[in-house]
């Protein structure tokens, strides 16, 4: 692995979530990566998130050169380029009856795109979340639409359908449950599930990645849902189970570099969103965890 | 350099590293391989990266006549490699060209031996014919270091080590015992010592002699590693990551692409399988035959130059061999009397490769099987493959006797899910397939094979009593329709943005032949629907039987082997 | 009911619920939220564990902890066969210690890999913990293949797995969470399967079933059933 840091800069020109903003409290000095880059965060004496870089060592928290810093979503966001936009928005975020809950973070031996094609896939669902999110033989992804906006700038697959052996709490067999799926940045996506509680509205699970280097991640986990009868821990465990199961297939995928070329692997229909995803990487130009296809 | 070592052939694997249901994991210059022995004997030595999305198939299962990936349970077939099944489309036959990258393979002297491009025969051992396998011991060191400290290796005092062309090294006792170590270049910096003891041994003296030698091997190990260690690692190697083909680049469209190859095929085997059926075991005259999937035929070419589909009888992981079955039509063409008057073991067919429409849904809760006479065939290579994955199914088999049943040893296979329904008149078939068809559900699929009539009658019930079209699955083996070729129409070619003229008496596809355009046909009387086509605009006459009638009213689909336009004009999707 | 504390991803609570599941032991589960609540170094769960770890049991009021115990504990109270834990051999009870302190330095070593790889242990030296590892990896891998040609399938002799199986096992099968790969331990990747076609195995998040064995039948239905 390369030890020399980031020199994609479309890649550096965007926001990261880096650490759970509660995780802060109380905690002094903490320190990770992004993008090889050694960093330190830290609320400093005016109760303020700082967010600084260091060569080893990250001495006291500075009161200059720091790193632009967001709070969203329960994250702390910084950056170590110069981003175009603001952190994305999930306007569900904010809807006053929705619990927001940081599920995870957790650390993955694979590439940041490779952790988020895992993300838009479903027709895993019966093999490695068998019973929970799949089960066979009810293994059909059926058609679905993708699209791809400018303006905002992002993946959208709709209309996405799975049969679920208990698609919810209160039911007795399975049902097909409806997705929407959202690509905003390369790194992150957000994921709209069908209420149990509420046709109308949708619970939101969202992927926030933070690339150490090209083939090691931080993968952070935030849900808001609707929910009101389980407690956080049963929530958290939910989920933390579901990416534990992804987790082993992301280690055991090769190359970890996530090949843009199209003939490197095979895709299928049900890869339509896959498909989309890789094109609008290369479209970006992004070289950072990917195999770029030789022109 | 990297060229030569790749030409080489290495020991990759003990036969014992292989048992059963198992998936071995190792590495050959870089690039890890997924080894697995079938329930046939069959050493698959594969590329370990699944081509779908790359993941690892050491991970994967050994179902012993397939190997099943972890991520999304894509099937691949024993010798062949080739996707067998894609579970997220189980309606679809998947592309042909879909397999994984395999690497040459043989198993000798109680090992397993590979090489990227290897060819010819693993080398010969003169002296080791009655050798000892002894335990493998892996280490972190280049190849080369390894081979040159073995040369040291030693068990008693008077050993001597020699180099050998091949890289490896034979260590000889006075007493003519003699230690031969093959080099496994795992990775640059990462190896495997493979010995042979050119002795056999068993019991007690057995373990003794292993154990001896896996201690003095990994004692030896360690002095490899820290000189290892004490020098600079080389770069790791770059195996190259091949490209899959370009027709699988982008999403496979719906519909079969062109068969054209032709195989060669010998009959190693001809039985009378049932009054007036003969089996023919077909096997390659050279190579293997492509991947298979339950349902495929194959278009065989006959002494008297007809051409006439058949089924493949196989099960999962049969790949060594195509077996179908033929039923002497008196009043036929002519090409079952062929087969069952001249084709005798021994001789050499031509065959298409196999194509698949009729494909097999293995999403289904339970699945009810409907065969009538010869119409059997392809639905026994469906049985055989949901019998073998433990699917729910039931199979019943209309036939006018006991004399008539083929096939008895597969049947046999599922006995428990088999009703054979002996001569039965037309009235009582019917009545004992509205009790077989009594329930449609939710994940329930119904697969009908047969003679015409019987075949009409099924679907008819079915439809009846509540089956969709889309839980009705059927492959009539001839068209019973009486074909109509008086009408004269045109046809505009939308993507080549050509117009030609269909005159009566010549068929849609004759024309686009007669004019340079290819499209694949098998049956060519509209029962096979390898011809198919879309329509983008005008009224088509269908007058095949492949089409369900949904697909008839929606008008999007023509069989061009007999159907024609019922307006001046049709504009074709190709 | 016997109340078992625990956390899905723990490899040590998963030890325990594989034994309860081989021994269809009906049991209640009291999730701990390890990560992120860090719920076992709450003041609350250090009076049922001043240790602050888990898996912990209770077994109608007898509270006790450390994965290797509760196994000894429950196979030597609930496995009526005597075969998990024979308590009457002492040759074999000897082996098994001796194999659950192995399977202690395992946990010692490629757990916490495993946690500075997934959940961002800073204070562990992961090199030197893989390396460690591989060592006892190597040790095993040797005596499993003796195991075999002998032909005994177990870490220990005899027909029958022991608990000293259980114990090795959750470590070794998440190893390449922790970075630690086992393409170079085909003895140990053999027991692997064996392990997981015992009856009664159960999976865990992160570790995959094993396909049917050679000798298992294929269900078929019967018509009109
Ligand atoms: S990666 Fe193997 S089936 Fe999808
Ligand atoms: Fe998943």
């Given at each position: 692995m390369?030890?020399s840091?980031?020199?994609?800069q479309v890649?550096?020109?965007?926001?990261?979530?880096?650490?759970p903003?509660?995780?802060?409290e109380?905690?002094g000095i903490?320190q990770?990566?992004l993008?090889e880059?050694?960093?330190?965060?830290a609320?400093?004496?005016?109760r303020?998130v700082?967010?600084?870089?260091?060569?080893?060592?990250?001495?006291?928290?500075?009161?200059?050169?720091?790193?632009?810093?967001?709070?969203?979503?329960?994250?702390v966001?910084?950056?170590l380029?110069?981003?175009?936009?603001?952190v994305?928005?999930?306007?569900e975020?904010a809807?006053?009856?929705?619990?927001?809950?940081h599920a995870?973070?957790?650390?993955v031996n694979?590439?940041?795109?490779?952790?988020?094609?895992?993300f838009?896939?479903?027709?895993?669902?019966?093999f490695?979340h068998?019973?929970?999110l799949g089960?066979?033989?009810?293994?059909?992804v059926?058609e679905?639409?993708?699209?791809v906006?400018?303006?905002?700038d992002?993946?959208v697959?709709s209309?996405?359908?799975?049969?679920?052996p208990?698609?919810?709490?209160?039911s007795?067999?399975?049902?097909?449950?409806d997705?929407?799926?959202r690509?905003?940045?390369?790194y992150?996506?957000?994921l709209?599930?069908?209420s149990?509680?509420?046709?109308?509205?949708k619970?939101?699970i969202?992927i926030?990645?933070q690339p150490?280097s090209?083939?090691q991640?931080?993968?952070?986990m935030l849900?808001?849902l609707?929910?009101?009868?389980?407690?956080?821990?049963?929530?958290r465990?939910f989920?933390?189970?579901?990416?534990?199961?992804?987790?082993?297939i992301l280690?055991?995928?090769y190359?970890k570099?996530?090949?843009l070329?199209?003939r490197?692997?095979?895709?299928?229909r049900a890869?339509?969103?896959?498909?989309?995803y890789?094109?609008?990487?290369s479209e970006?130009?992004?070289?950072?965890?990917?195999?770029?296809?030789?022109? | 350099?990297?060229?030569?070592?790749q030409s080489?052939?290495?020991?990759i694997?003990s036969?014992?590293?292989?048992?059963?249901?198992?998936?071995?994991?190792?590495q050959l210059?870089?690039?890890?391989?997924?080894?697995?022995r079938?329930?046939d004997?069959?050493?698959?030595?594969?590329e370990?990266?699944?081509?779908?999305?790359g993941?690892r198939?050491?991970?994967g299962?050994?179902?012993?006549t397939?190997?099943?990936?972890q991520?999304?349970?894509?099937?691949?077939a024993?010798?062949t490699?080739?996707?067998?099944?894609?579970?997220a489309?189980?309606?679809?036959?998947?592309?042909?060209t879909?397999?994984?990258?395999?690497?040459p393979?043989?198993?000798?002297h109680?090992?397993?031996?590979?090489g990227e491009?290897a060819?010819g025969?693993v080398?010969?051992?003169?002296?080791f014919?009655?050798a000892?396998?002894?335990r493998?011991?892996p280490?972190?060191?280049?190849?080369?270091?390894?081979?040159?400290?073995?040369?040291?290796y030693?068990?008693?005092?008077?050993?001597?080590?020699?180099?050998?062309?091949?890289?490896?090294?034979?260590?000889t006792?006075a007493?003519?015992t003699?230690?031969?170590v093959f080099?496994?270049?795992?990775?640059s910096?990462?190896?495997?010592?493979?010995?042979l003891?050119?002795?056999p041994?068993?019991?007690k003296?057995?373990?003794?002699?292993l154990?001896?030698h896996?201690?003095?091997?990994q004692?030896?190990?360690?002095r490899?590693e820290?000189?290892?260690?004490?020098?600079?690692a080389?770069?790791?190697y770059?195996?190259?990551i091949?490209?899959?083909?370009?027709d699988l680049?982008d999403?496979p469209?719906?519909?079969?692409?062109?068969l054209?190859?032709?195989?060669?095929?010998?009959?190693?085997?001809?039985e009378?399988t049932?009054?007036?059926?003969v089996s023919l075991r077909?096997?390659p005259v050279?190579?293997?035959?492509p991947?298979?999937?339950?349902?495929?035929?194959?278009?065989?070419?006959?002494?008297?130059?007809?051409v006439?589909?058949y089924?493949?009888?196989?099960?999962?992981?049969?790949?060594?061999?195509?077996?179908?079955g033929?039923?002497?039509?008196?009043?036929?063409?002519?090409?079952s009397i062929a087969?069952?008057?001249?084709v005798q073991?021994?001789?050499?067919?031509?065959?298409?490769?196999?194509?698949n429409?009729?494909p097999?849904?293995r999403d289904?809760t339970h699945?009810?099987f409907?065969a009538g006479?010869?119409?059997?065939t392809p639905?026994?290579?469906?049985a055989?493959?949901m019998n073998?994955?433990?699917?729910s199914f039931e199979?019943?088999?209309?036939?006018?006797?006991?004399d008539?049943?083929a096939f008895?040893q597969?049947?046999g296979?599922?006995?428990?899910a088999l009703v054979i329904?002996k001569?039965l008149?037309?009235?009582a078939t019917?009545?004992t397939l509205k009790?077989?068809?009594?329930?449609?559900?939710?994940?329930r699929?119904?697969?009908?094979?047969?003679?015409?009539?019987?075949?009409?009658?099924?679907?008819d019930?079915?439809?009846a009593?509540?089956?969709?079209?889309?839980?009705v699955h059927?492959?009539?083996f001839?068209?019973?329709?009486?074909v109509?070729d008086?009408t004269?129409?045109?046809?505009d070619?939308?993507?080549?943005a050509l117009?030609?003229?269909?005159?009566?008496?010549?068929?849609?596809l004759?024309v686009l032949?007669?004019?340079?355009?290819d499209?694949?046909?098998?049956?060519e009387?509209g029962?096979c629907?390898?011809?198919r086509?879309?329509?983008?605009?005008?009224?088509?006459?269908?007058?095949?039987v492949?089409l369900?009638?949904a697909?008839?009213?929606?008008g999007?689909?023509i069989?061009?082997c007999?159907?024609r336009a019922?307006?001046e004009r049709?504009i074709?999707?190709? | 009911m016997?109340?078992l504390?625990?956390y899905?991803?723990s490899?040590n609570?998963y030890?325990?619920?594989l034994?309860l599941s081989f021994?269809a032991?009906p049991y209640?589960q009291?999730?701990?939220d390890f990560?992120?609540?860090?719920?076992h170094k709450?003041?609350e769960?250090?009076?049922?564990?001043?240790?602050?770890?888990?898996?912990?049991?209770?077994?109608?009021g007898?509270v006790l902890?450390?994965a290797q115990a509760?196994?000894?504990?429950?196979?030597?109270?609930?496995?009526?066969?005597?075969?998990?834990y024979?308590?009457?051999?002492p040759d074999?009870?000897?082996q098994?210690?001796q194999?659950l302190?192995f399977?202690?330095?395992?946990?010692g070593?490629?757990?916490?890999?495993r946690?500075h790889d997934?959940?961002f242990?800073?204070?562990i030296?992961?090199?030197?913990?893989?390396?460690?590892?591989?060592?006892l990896f190597?040790?095993l891998?040797e005596h499993?293949f003796f195991?075999?040609?002998g032909g005994?399938?177990?870490?220990?002799?005899?027909?029958h797995?022991?608990?000293?199986?259980?114990?090795?096992?959750p470590?070794?099968?998440?190893?390449?969470e922790g970075?630690i790969a086992?393409i170079?331990?085909p003895?140990?990747?053999?027991w692997?399967?064996?392990f997981k076609?015992?009856?009664?195995?159960?999976?865990?998040?992160g570790?995959?079933p094993?396909?049917?064995a050679a000798d298992?039948?294929?269900?078929?239905a019967?018509p009109g059933q």
């Open positions: 390369s030890t840091k980031c020199d994609d890649t550096l020109d965007h926001w990261y979530a880096i650490a903003i509660a995780e802060i109380g905690a903490q990770t990566t993008l880059q050694p960093i330190a965060y609320r400093n004496s005016a303020d700082v967010v600084w870089t260091h060569e080893g060592v990250p001495g006291d928290v500075p009161d200059r050169n720091c790193l632009p810093v967001r709070e969203r979503y329960g994250y966001w910084t950056t380029g110069a981003p175009e936009h603001d994305f928005p999930i306007p975020y809807e006053a009856d929705r619990r927001n809950i995870a973070t957790f650390g694979v590439s940041a795109p490779r952790v988020i094609e895992n838009l896939d479903m027709g895993h669902f019966p490695v068998t019973d929970i089960a066979e033989p009810h293994t059909e059926k679905y639409f993708v699209e906006s400018e303006d905002p992002e993946i697959a209309n996405c359908k799975f049969w679920q208990m698609a919810a709490a209160a007795t067999g399975g049902a097909d449950v997705y929407i799926y690509v905003p940045h390369p992150c996506s957000v709209y599930k069908s149990p509680l509420d046709e109308s509205r619970d939101v969202a926030f990645v150490l090209q083939e991640v931080r993968a952070h849900l808001s609707l929910d009101d009868t389980n407690n956080d821990t049963d929530i465990l989920q933390q189970t579901i990416f534990g199961q992804d987790k082993p280690e055991n995928q190359p570099r996530l090949p070329d199209p490197a692997e095979t895709p299928i890869d339509k969103s896959a498909i989309a890789r094109r609008w990487l970006k130009g992004i070289t950072y965890g990917v195999i770029p296809s030789a022109a | 350099m990297m060229s030569d070592l080489n052939w290495y020991p694997a036969s014992s590293d292989l048992p059963r249901r198992h998936v071995y994991q190792t210059l870089g690039r890890e391989f997924a080894v697995w079938a329930d004997g069959y050493v698959n030595v594969w370990n990266r699944c081509l779908h999305r993941v198939l050491s991970i299962i050994n179902n012993g397939d190997l099943k990936c991520y999304h349970g894509w099937r691949y024993n010798r490699a080739g996707c067998t099944y894609i579970p489309h189980p309606a679809d036959a998947p592309a042909r879909i397999c994984n990258n395999t690497y393979a043989q198993e000798a109680g090992l397993v031996w590979a491009t060819v025969a080398p010969e051992l003169p002296g014919e009655d000892t396998v002894l493998a011991i280490l972190n060191a280049p190849m080369d270091l390894a081979a040159r400290m073995l040369l040291g030693s068990w008693e005092d008077g050993c001597k080590g020699q180099a050998n062309a091949d890289g490896s090294v034979t260590v006792a007493d003519g003699a230690v031969r080099l496994q270049p795992m990775d910096n990462h190896s495997v010592m493979r010995g003891i050119n002795r041994a068993s019991g003296e057995r373990a003794a002699l154990r001896r896996s201690w003095l091997m004692e030896l190990r360690d490899i820290s000189r290892a260690a004490a020098q600079d080389p770069a790791p770059q195996p190259v091949a490209k899959v083909s370009d680049v999403i469209a719906l519909g079969a692409a062109a054209r190859a032709e195989l060669r095929v010998q009959v190693a085997r001809r009378l049932a009054e007036g059926i077909l096997e050279t190579g293997k035959l991947t298979f999937q339950p349902g495929a035929h194959i278009d065989v070419h006959l002494p008297n130059g007809q006439r589909q089924s493949i009888t196989n099960g999962p992981g049969e790949t060594g061999h195509y077996t179908i033929v039923k002497r039509e008196p009043d036929g063409r002519g090409g087969i069952h008057d001249t073991e021994g001789d050499v067919l031509a065959i298409s490769a196999p194509r429409n009729f097999l849904r289904s699945t009810i409907v006479g010869i119409g059997v639905l026994i290579s469906m055989r493959a073998a994955q433990g699917l199979f019943h088999y209309f036939v006018q006797s006991d008539h049943v008895r597969h049947l296979e599922f006995e428990r329904h001569g008149s037309p009235d019917g009545a009790e077989v068809l009594a329930e449609p559900g939710f994940a699929h119904v697969y009908i094979c047969g003679p015409g009539r019987m075949l009409e009658a099924a679907r019930i079915a439809a009593q509540g089956w969709t079209d889309e839980t059927f492959e009539y001839a068209n019973t329709v009486e109509d008086s004269a129409f045109e046809i070619l939308a993507r080549s117009t030609l003229q269909v005159p009566a008496g010549k068929t849609i004759e032949r007669d004019n340079g355009i499209i694949p046909s098998s049956c009387q029962a629907g390898t011809c086509c879309g329509v983008i605009k005008g009224d088509v006459i269908h007058q095949d492949c369900t009638n697909e008839k009213a929606e999007k689909s069989i061009t007999v159907s019922a307006s049709l074709l999707d190709i | 016997l109340k504390y625990d899905e991803l490899g609570c030890k325990v619920r034994l021994l032991i209640e009291e999730m701990i990560y992120p609540g860090k719920q709450s003041p769960f250090r009076q049922i564990n001043p240790l602050g770890q888990l898996p912990v049991i209770d077994d109608n007898l902890r450390d509760l196994l000894v504990y429950l196979a030597s109270k609930y496995d009526e066969s005597g075969k998990w024979p308590r009457d051999n074999l009870l000897g098994i210690s194999w302190a399977a202690d330095a395992i946990t070593t490629a757990s916490a890999a946690l997934a959940l242990y800073a204070h030296d992961v090199v030197k913990a893989r390396a460690a590892a591989h060592e190597r040790t891998d499993l195991a075999e040609e005994q399938d177990w870490i220990c002799p005899g027909d797995p022991t608990i000293a199986d259980i114990a090795c096992f470590y070794i099968i998440l190893s390449e970075g086992r170079d331990y003895a140990i990747r053999r692997c399967d064996r076609r015992i009856p009664g195995f159960v999976v865990m998040s570790v995959f094993a396909g049917p298992d039948r294929a269900k078929v019967v």
